[in-house]
């Protein structure tokens, strides 16, 4: 069943972007041959955004949807 987790948006849908942020960080990065974004998440470890409860996914969106529209999108997104 699909619910509106905030802004409108699915739990799926925020997960979605999420991970399309994460994967701009990587290219972005990865341009500049900066790879600590990539290590950090290795050495630390990262539960992934699909097991995390509902309230920690709206805090991760909520420290980038201000900007989301404004990113360069490294694929496209529903």
Do not use: C
């Not at 997960?15 to 500049?32: C, G, N």
């Not at 290590?39 to 420290?63: Q, T």
């Amino acid at each position: 069943m699909s619910y509106t987790l905030t802004d409108g948006l699915t739990r799926q849908q925020i997960i979605d972007r999420l991970v399309a942020d994460d994967i701009r960080l990587m290219h972005k990065a990865s341009i500049e041959n900066d790879f600590s974004f990539v290590a950090y998440r290795f050495e630390h470890g990262f539960p992934g955004y699909f097991n995390m409860i509902d309230d920690d996914l709206v805090a991760e969106w909520n420290e980038i949807k201000d900007d989301y529209d404004y990113f360069d999108q490294v694929y496209e997104v529903n």
